[in-house]
């Protein structure tokens, strides 16, 4: 079993940047899709970006050249480098993990909220 423990958010001001991480109590390397996942108050769920273990990645059309996601398998961690953010991205940012369409194993959440 896998528990994922993520890191990083916080209150930060329109434009600013904020890094998520996600460190796996076991190993990642056996999982193949990590992503990151976001819910803001009155909505649903969504997929952010997710990355396979062989790197290909994909990101919502929202965070496109803004946020950048990478895993470091060694280490165990999953990362989000979040750039030029909005007050839009304000939401419970989640790590998830799988190895087929819905994730296997979720984190408790960060709060990242961005100042208008």
Do not use: H
Request: a positive charge.
């Amino acid at each position: 079993q896998v528990q994922l423990v993520e890191s990083g958010g916080g209150l930060v001001q329109a434009g600013g940047s904020l890094r998520l991480s996600c460190v796996a109590s076991g190993s990642i390397f056996s999982i193949d899709l990590m992503g990151w996942y976001r819910q803001a108050p009155g909505k649903e769920r969504e997929l952010v970006a997710a990355i396979s273990r062989r790197g290909s990645t994909y990101y919502a059309d929202s965070v496109k050249g803004r946020f950048t996601i990478s895993r470091d398998n060694a280490k165990r961690t999953l990362y989000l480098q979040m750039n030029s953010l909005k007050p839009e991205d304000t939401a419970m940012y989640y790590c998830a993990g799988g190895n087929g369409p819905d994730p296997n194993y979720w984190g408790q959440g960060t709060q990242v909220t961005v100042s208008s």
